[in-house]
């Protein structure tokens, strides 16, 4: 018995190396093709680099006004992040801790399926199911968020409580917390849910509370700290108020607003592309596990951003994982809609293949291969120049101001001052950086033609500036 069971055990944790594997492999291939972008994975890497150095973590590039960590989104596990920099200074690092959660979490899976009593065959199969779910492809394919590497958080959470692993169970909520600000509202419905639904009463109060807890700290305190005023992203919620506390309010003063929000068709198309592909397991009688999703399902329907709505990017991360629990809890009922384990892994991979991203390795991610070579040449040439110097001295690597395009930041954020030509970025202030690269075929995100075509004009006529490099229209000016 033991030899027969064995095969079937081994397949998820085979499933979970080999996506881990894939994950990282294709994270550093977009990379490589210059398709990362200073939003966000040069946001974290510059973060993160300068926590090594033991300098402020202020990101540089958004436009005229400093962003301290603590006052962007308190993801703190940053901090824990930056000794890995110190070991080698390097943003792969980043690809590979995001493919380890979310290939890991496949492992997770499985051990929540049999925890609920389903047969290792079908504890396997839902494995699959999450790994085959679009949105963990696509989120591992655009930049590096934090809030991806608390899933594994999430779900060792909900295995801990029903294991009354108190110890475990805090530390997962620890993790949470400590990727985003906004993950406290998903902890403190966890809370609600574990105490009500699950029964688990400790575990339920710990996450309420602490959730309850670390919303409030963050919003009314850190974030203004820091920032100096409320968190930039509830502009997105303008239509609701000018601050945390009164957009709460106006949930409840002003329903019109809401529903207005709520019913449209904005949010049927996003409710159809989170649920179509897993419509085979929903079961209204155990959708319970689902409450915990509530708040961020919540904050991206009422969300002016239509980024918010889509599985391409991280922002229905904190929703997933516990649609894959009402998953499992539906099919440990035998009360789901499909029970074939032949049809419900075809139906995953058709949700895959149609709503999956990997298409962007053909024509999307090739399309800026004619400045590819230039664009790496002049990078080394930056890197090369920059090493002849003492690293942390005033004409150091990591303090020599660049400009750059958006999608060559990631590859240059090692520094304290790093821009994006933009009409944030005025003309007259160029003299400040020490090198300017300029791609006029693709000049990234924020920037246009134009923006290039005019700093160009800007930096020929400036006596201080030398072209150091041109080839296939990118353009490399070093100030002497």
């Known amino acids: 018995m033991k030899n027969e069971r064995s095969p079937i055990t081994h397949y998820p944790l085979l499933m979970t190396v080999g996506s881990a594997i894939l994950f990282f492999l294709l994270a550093t291939l977009r990379h490589a093709l210059f398709k990362s972008n200073a939003y966000d994975l040069g946001w974290y890497d510059q973060y993160i680099y ?10 540089s590039f958004r436009g005229q006004q400093a962003f301290h960590l603590l006052g962007d989104h308190v993801a703190i596990i940053c901090y824990p992040l930056a000794l890995l920099y110190k070991i080698y200074a390097t943003v792969h690092w980043l690809f590979a801790l995001q ?5 890991g979490s496949g492992w997770l899976v499985w051990l929540l399926s049999r925890q609920s009593g389903l047969k290792e065959t079908d504890a396997t199969m839902m494995a ?45 909520i620890a993790l949470i917390l400590s990727c985003k600000a906004v993950l406290s509202l998903t902890v403190a419905a966890m809370g609600f849910w574990l105490f ?30 820091f920032l100096g005023m409320e968190q930039t992203s509830i502009s997105r919620y303008g239509y609701l108020g000018d601050s945390v506390l009164e957009i709460a309010l106006n949930l409840f003063l002003k329903p019109d607003l809401v529903w207005g929000h709520i ?15 897993v419509f085979w397991g929903l ?85 800026s291969l004619d400045t590819w070579q230039a664009n790496r040449e002049a990078i080394a040439l930056i890197q090369r120049r920059g090493l002849e110097t003492k690293p942390r001295d005033l004409e150091g690597l990591e303090t020599k101001p660049l400009l750059a395009p958006s999608q060559l930041i990631p590859h240059l954020s090692h520094r304290e001052i790093i821009r994006i030509p933009s009409p944030e970025t005025p003309l007259d202030t160029l003299q400040q950086f020490k090198y300017i690269l300029l791609d006029r075929r693709h000049p990234g995100f924020a920037s246009s033609l134009e923006i290039v075509d005019l700093a160009i004009e800007a930096v020929e006529k400036n006596v201080c500036f030398e072209r150091i490099y041109q080839r296939d229209e990118v353009f490399l000016y070093q100030r002497y």
């Open 283 to 367: 079961s209204a009688r155990h959708f319970a596990p689902f409450i915990p999703a509530l708040p961020a399902l919540l904050l991206n329907i009422l969300s002016q951003e239509y980024a918010q709505r889509n599985l391409v990017r991280h922002y229905s991360v904190p929703i997933f994982p516990f649609i894959i629990l009402a998953l499992i809890a539906a099919r440990s009922a035998n009360s789901a809609w499909i029970r074939d384990r032949r049809v419900i892994l075809a139906w995953s991979l058709c949700g895959f293949l149609v709503l999956g991203k990997y298409y962007f390795f053909g024509k999307v991610y090739l399309d």
């Open 263 to 277: 019913f449209s068709f904005a949010t049927l198309e996003y409710l159809a592309l989170l649920f179509l592909p």
């Open 196 to 225: 009500f639904f699950e029964k688990r009463r400790w575990c339920g109060a710990i996450a309420l509370l602490s959730g309850s807890m670390w919303f409030i700290g963050t919003t009314q305190w850190i974030i203004p700290q």
């Open 128 to 172: 699959a199911v999450y790994l085959l779910y679009p949105l963990i492809f696509n989120v591992n394919i655009y930049d590096f968020h934090p809030e991806v590497l608390a899933i594994p958080g999430m779900l060792g959470a909900v295995w801990a409580a029903r294991e009354r692993k108190y110890i475990w169970f805090c530390s997962a």
């Open 99 to 103: 493919a380890i959660a979310l290939a």
């Open 50 to 59: 300068l926590i090594s150095q033991g300098l402020p973590p202020i990101v």
